[in-house]
């Protein structure tokens, strides 16, 4: 069992934007400029937001954060969303998921200018990647895929089973395995598919995002399979320092002895997402700077 080490990929690919952002400067140009807004509290966000504006730092991006208050209304979100969209000082932004109840997360996916959305949610990016066109692909699924390629994991003709429907990571994570090119043969599980420990039996990768410990056991597992987690829940535990641990969704212990390769969590697909990000960012400033899309 090898396990896929997100993070040394992670820092590979940081060091390659890294001398990116060396050669504009030396050039004279400015570094990428990625926002953050994040509206109220969560802890979860707060910490993803501040992993993603150290990751910017790393790479020597610049970075701004703007946190806004949980009362915030959707109008005043729109209006900052639309002087992002107009600052040409910015080449790429992000609005942390999720908002508050009052605030229609469609309306505010739609309202990034898609040229800036770096994560690759409004609906021109969706439809250009299920096209098989140029896009900005989601943060998670270009991670798993990066994580893959780089170890060498052949997907054409394996079968992916997927679980987990979302639109940040299972709908395009299928959507992606399946273009021409990576050639997988995918299947797409969710909360009422019936009979999911035979569908993950059959499987040769497994990519499991619901956000469930434990929701993956050994017996769901055939020997020899690839495991990607991408679940990373906090489960209280009042012996360790921060009073909380991290869970993936695979039972680690018993699944991994039965794979070729694992991801860990942490350390797995959530250290890819935040440097997909960052290539996200990079490739906004070369569309921005180039005027080519
Ligand atoms: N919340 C959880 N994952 C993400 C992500 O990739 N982007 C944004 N904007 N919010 C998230």
Do not use: W
């Amino acid at each position: 069992m090898t396990l896929l080490d997100g993070k040394y990929v992670s820092n590979q690919i940081r060091d390659e934007i890294k001398s990116c952002v060396s050669s504009l400067l030396s050039a004279g140009g400015k570094a990428p400029h990625l926002a953050v807004i994040i509206v109220g509290h969560d802890p979860a966000s707060e910490t993803y937001v501040a992993n993603k504006l150290k990751a910017c730092e790393q790479v020597g991006f610049r970075a701004t954060k703007i946190a806004l208050p949980e009362t915030i209304t959707e109008q005043q979100l729109l209006s900052y969303i639309d002087s992002l969209n107009h600052d040409d000082d910015i080449d790429g932004f992000i609005v942390q998921l999720p908002l508050p109840g009052h605030i229609d997360e469609t309306k505010v996916i739609e309202a990034i200018d898609f040229r800036k959305d770096v994560d690759g949610f409004h609906p021109i990016n969706v439809g250009r990647m299920t096209l098989g066109f140029s896009s900005f692909v989601p943060a998670t699924p270009s991670g798993i895929v990066e994580l893959l390629r780089r170890y060498g994991i052949v997907v054409a003709g394996k079968h992916c089973v997927v679980v987990g429907r979302s639109n940040i990571v299972g709908k395009p994570v299928a959507t992606l395995l399946m273009q021409k090119g990576m050639d997988a043969t995918v299947t797409i599980c969710h909360s009422q598919t019936r009979d999911l420990k035979a569908l993950c039996l059959a499987a040769d990768i497994i990519i499991t995002a619901v956000g469930q410990p434990g929701l993956l056991t050994a017996d769901m597992v055939k020997d020899g399979a690839v495991v990607i987690d991408v679940g990373i829940t906090r489960v209280d535990d009042p012996l360790s320092p921060k009073g909380y641990h991290l869970r993936g969704d695979a039972d680690f212990d018993a699944v991994a002895p039965k794979c070729s390769f694992i991801t860990p969590v942490p350390g797995g697909v959530g250290p890819m997402t935040i440097t997909m990000l960052l290539k996200n960012t990079l490739q906004a400033y070369h569309n921005l700077h180039n005027n080519n899309q």
